[in-house]
């Protein structure tokens, strides 16, 4: 890589993202830039193939902002190489840390998460409430989910 290059910012990010699993807990595997076929054909290249805490996880760590079209075509690479059978199941999640949010659907066969940080994620994981219980006026119990 040379010493200018516009890719150092995103190893260094590729980078932190690693130290942050580190920090957060079981960290099984971490591959960076894995190929799983050539990209010109049409396949992914996630920026992190990861195994945290025995859940597989596909990273994409944008620093540069990408348009709707951009982002669509990005996970639809990801949905043929879910439908190629290549991979032993469960299917990785796939994380995109980025400080941009996108409008995904869910429309895809896999969950897809969006957050600013690893950390912010695994933050979001653990802040889901409690069902809370409340009776009605006519002593009906409901449980709120």
Do not use: W
């Not at 960076?32 to 054909?41: I, S, T």
């Not at 396949?43 to 990861?50: G, H, K, S, T």
Request: aromatic fraction near 12%; charge should be positive; charged fraction near 30%.
């Amino acid at each position: 890589m040379k010493q200018q290059s516009q890719k150092i910012g995103h190893f260094l990010a590729i980078l932190n993202v690693y130290k942050e699993m580190r920090k957060l807990g079981e960290l099984e595997s971490f591959l960076v830039e894995p190929k799983y076929g050539k990209k010109k054909d049409g396949c992914c290249e996630p920026d992190i193939y990861a195994t945290f805490r025995k859940t597989p996880f596909f990273i994409e760590v944008q620093k540069t902002v990408y348009s709707v079209k951009q982002m669509g075509e990005k996970l639809d690479r990801y949905v043929q190489l879910y439908e190629s059978g290549i991979l032993a199941k469960p299917f990785p999640h796939v994380l995109i840390l980025s400080d941009q949010r996108y409008a995904i659907d869910d429309k895809y066969p896999f969950k897809v998460f969006q957050s600013e940080s690893f950390t912010e994620f695994m933050s979001s994981l653990r802040s889901k409430p409690a069902p809370v219980n409340r009776q009605s006026e006519g002593g009906v119990r409901i449980v709120v989910k």
